[in-house]
C-alpha cells in the first residue's frame, strides 16, 4: 500500500460517524434546500465504507484507489438520491450505489469488449469469479461447478462456460512481446494490404484491357462511338431519344445504331465484355 493511500485512509479514519438523528436532519437539509454542506458532512462521514465495499474487489487487479475512486462517486449519487423518510441509514441505500460503480469500472477495465451486457450477465461475470476462489481450482471450472453456478443463478450452463472463456480472454497490448523471437503480436497480423504480385497482377490486366477497349472503340465511327461512350460508359446514361435529337434522327434509328456498336464491339472484345446492364430508353 502506498503512502498516499496510506495518508487517505488515515484522513477519512479521523471523520466523525454521524448518529441516525445528526444523518437524518443533514439529509433533509441537502433534500430540501441542496445544501452542499450538509452533502459533505454525510459524504465524509461514511468514505470509510467505500473503502470496505472496494476491498472487496482488489481480487481483480486493479488498483485499489481507482476502486474506491467509483466507489465515491457512486456515494455522491446515493446522497443525491437518498430520501431520509425512507427511516434507513444512509450506508444502507448507498451501498447499492457504491457497488454498482466499481463494478461497472470493474467490467470497462477488463476487457475493451463489453463482457457484461445484461444484468444477468454481470451478476454471472461477478458470482464466476467468486465461485472461482471459493473453489480454490484453476482458471477451468470443474463441470459440475458449473452446473451449480448455471442453477444458482438460472442461466444455462453453456453461458456460464462462456463467460468463462470471456473473463480468461483479457486484452493483450499489440506491442507485447510475443514469446522469444523479439516478435511483437502486431507483426503477426494480417496486413489489409493486397500482396504486391497481386497488385501487380491486376495492374497488368486493367492496363490490357483498356487498351484492348480503346482499340475496339477506334473501329467504331464517330457516330457509334459516340452512342457507346453515352450509353454505355456514363455513370448516368443518355436516353435514345436523346441520342436521337443531337443527331436529328428518330428513337429506334438510335437504338438501331446502339445494337450495330454493341456487335462490332462483341466480336472485338469476346462474348460476356458487353454484360452491362441495359441503359434506359
Not at 191 to 220: C, H, I, N, T
Request: with cysteine; aromatic share 8%.
Amino acid at each position: 500500500m502506498g503512502a498516499q493511500m496510506e495518508q487517505y485512509l488515515a484522513e477519512i479514519g479521523r471523520c466523525r460517524l454521524l448518529s441516525r438523528e445528526e444523518e437524518t436532519d443533514l439529509a433533509r437539509q441537502y433534500r430540501g434546500c441542496r445544501d452542499t454542506r450538509a452533502a459533505h458532512a454525510l459524504i465524509t462521514a461514511n468514505l470509510r465504507f467505500v473503502v470496505r465495499v472496494a476491498w472487496g474487489y482488489r481480487s481483480y487487479g486493479l488498483p485499489v484507489a481507482d476502486l474506491i475512486q467509483e466507489g465515491n462517486i457512486g456515494l455522491l449519487k446515493a446522497v443525491q438520491k437518498f430520501d431520509p423518510e425512507l427511516g434507513i441509514r444512509l450506508i444502507t441505500y448507498a451501498v447499492w450505489w457504491i457497488r454498482a460503480y466499481i463494478q461497472n469500472y470493474v467490467l470497462r477495465s477488463w476487457s475493451l469488449v463489453k463482457l457484461g451486457t445484461t444484468q444477468a450477465q454481470r451478476k454471472l461475470f461477478f458470482s464466476l469469479s467468486r465461485a472461482r476462489r471459493a473453489v480454490e481450482q484453476g482458471p477451468d471450472l470443474e463441470a459440475d461447478t458449473a452446473e451449480r453456478l448455471a442453477r444458482e443463478l438460472r442461466v444455462q450452463p453453456e453461458d456460464v462456460r462462456d463467460m468463462e472463456v470471456r473473463m480468461d480472454g483479457r486484452d493483450v497490448s499489440l506491442d507485447a512481446p510475443f514469446g522469444d523471437t523479439g516478435a511483437t503480436h502486431v507483426d503477426f497480423l494480417a496486413g489489409s494490404l493486397v500482396p504486391q504480385d497481386e497488385a501487380l497482377s491486376e495492374a497488368e490486366y486493367s492496363r490490357a484491357l483498356v487498351a484492348k477497349v480503346d482499340e475496339a472503340l477506334s473501329r467504331l465511327d464517330p457516330r457509334e462511338r459516340f452512342i457507346v461512350e453515352q450509353r454505355l460508359m456514363q455513370e448516368r446514361p443518355a436516353t435514345l431519344k436523346d441520342l436521337g435529337d443531337r443527331f436529328g434522327f428518330s428513337r429506334e434509328r438510335a437504338r438501331q445504331l446502339e445494337i450495330r456498336a454493341r456487335q462490332k464491339l462483341v466480336r472485338s472484345l469476346g462474348d460476356g465484355a458487353l454484360d452491362a446492364p441495359e441503359a434506359p430508353s
